[in-house]
């Protein structure tokens, strides 16, 4: 084999290592995209999964709040990370893709680009990317949350807080988690009881939440709530029942979930309109 044979070879496996950067997408294409790695680019997304806010019960003082902060940032005004945190299933994801939409129908262009927690390292080449665009992002990343080993979380503070170059102007970051701190709390409580310096070691793990500047909690709905959310439901799909029977049957299908929430009452919903006949 020639000498140049060999440095044709060595050039292209040096290539498939360290992969050219990846070109900027046509973002005219689609309001919503999904980062994906390997190689590194930005798919777009034709229909969102999504309801309407309108839709979203019991959520209002988090509603009204991530609206308002998102439409400042649509404008160009500055806006605070967000960290919606709190009981599974009461609409922390759908919130967020719903106030995109509403900002949207309001005539703001914003694009929303979804980040699995998985590909985290490499967030720093999707912030390249989106730089030099001429959009604002709302980045996303649902169900945000680390263990032990994990060290994806020092990958994430670059959008937080930024490095030297900081997070870009047009880009602002959104994470939906059901801890407070996106660390277990045995894990905090075991670095108190084990560290040489305790403190240090728990505000190196905790540090990452206090670096969003807007904190919104979910908690579980009562049963008036979780009603009002299968009645709006109903009403929204033109869904035709009385109010003893929707009763009877949601209180009796959250008792053999063993719980109440807002994925729970779209799931019953999903169940009553199954068997009325009525598509989705």
């Given at each position: 084999m020639s000498d140049g044979d060999t440095l044709t070879r060595i050039a292209a496996a040096l290539e498939r290592i360290s992969p050219p950067a990846a070109a900027a997408p046509d973002f005219a294409a689609a309001d919503a995209f999904v980062w994906h790695v390997s190689p590194d680019r930005l798919a777009p997304v034709g229909a969102v999964n999504r309801v309407d806010l309108d839709l979203l019960l019991g959520i209002n003082r988090a509603r009204d709040t991530l609206l308002e902060n998102t439409l400042r940032f649509a404008r160009g005004l500055q806006a605070n990370n967000a960290l919606l945190w709190g009981a599974r299933g009461m609409g922390k994801s759908s919130l967020v893709k719903a106030v995109h939409a509403e900002?949207?129908?309001?005539?703001?262009?914003?694009?929303?680009?979804?980040?699995?927690?998985?590909?985290?390292?490499?967030?720093?080449?999707?912030?390249?990317?989106?730089?030099?665009?001429?959009?604002?992002?709302?980045?996303?990343?649902?169900?945000?949350?680390?263990?032990?080993?994990?060290?994806?979380?020092?990958?994430?503070?670059?959008?937080?807080?930024?490095?030297?170059?900081?997070?870009?102007?047009?880009?602002?970051?959104?994470?939906?988690?059901?801890?407070?701190?996106?660390?277990?709390?045995?894990?905090?409580?075991?670095?108190?009881?084990?560290?040489?310096?305790?403190?240090?070691?728990?505000?190196?793990?905790?540090?990452?939440?206090?670096?969003?500047?807007?904190?919104?909690?979910?908690?579980?709905?009562?049963?008036?709530?979780?009603?009002?959310?299968?009645?709006?439901?109903?009403?929204a799909h033109g869904l035709q029942i009385d109010d003893a029977t929707l009763r009877a049957e949601a209180i009796e299908w959250q008792a053999t979930r063993g719980s109440r929430s807002g994925r729970v009452a779209w799931q019953y919903f999903t169940d009553l309109a199954g068997r009325r006949g009525i598509t989705l």
């Open positions: 900002v949207l129908r309001q005539g703001h262009a914003l694009k929303i680009v979804e980040v699995q927690r998985e590909d985290l390292p490499s967030i720093g080449r999707l912030l390249t990317l989106l730089r030099g665009a001429d959009a604002r992002f709302l980045l996303f990343c649902d169900d945000l949350s680390f263990s032990h080993d994990d060290q994806h979380y020092k990958s994430l503070k670059a959008v937080l807080d930024g490095g030297i170059e900081g997070r870009p102007d047009n880009v602002v970051f959104y994470a939906t988690s059901n801890r407070r701190h996106l660390m277990p709390r045995d894990m905090i409580e075991n670095e108190r009881g084990s560290a040489i310096n305790p403190s240090e070691a728990v505000e190196e793990k905790v540090s990452l939440s206090d670096r969003f500047g807007l904190w919104l909690g979910f908690h579980p709905c009562d049963q008036d709530e979780y009603l009002a959310m299968i009645r709006g439901y109903c009403d």
